[in-house]
């Protein structure tokens, strides 16, 4: 069993910056991708941004050159830096782990709030 548990949301202006974290217990491999995904009102949720455990990234175009994906392996913990926010942006923002032959586990996920 694995158990997500992000922090760092909140609200700020547009163009400024924001860090979540997200903190992993259980059972961590190295195979395993951990990752952002976020979900706006109405939308179906979408990917942010994932790593690999070593350091492998991949991210959504809309973020790219605005928000950094980092990973501690040896803490579990992934964090996500985003700057130059802007209002759509605004979205309730989960944590994923996958991993070969094991089930996706997701955490309860943190809003991020981006006034124009």
């Known amino acids: 069993q694995v158990r997500l548990v992000e922090s760092g949301g909140g609200l700020v202006q547009a163009g400024g910056s924001l860090r979540l974290s997200c903190s992993a217990s259980g059972s961590i491999f190295s195979t395993d991708v951990m990752g952002w995904y976020r979900q706006a009102p109405g939308k179906q949720r979408e990917l942010v941004a994932t790593i690999t455990s070593g350091g492998s990234t991949n991210y959504a175009e809309v973020v790219k050159g605005r928000f950094t994906i980092s990973r501690d392996s040896a803490k579990n913990t992934v964090n996500l830096q985003m700057n130059s926010l802007k209002p759509e942006d605004t979205a309730v923002y989960y944590c994923?782990?996958?991993?070969?032959?094991?089930?996706?586990?997701w955490g309860q996920g943190t809003q991020v709030t981006v006034s124009s």
């Open positions: 994923k782990l996958v991993g070969p032959w094991r089930p996706t586990y």
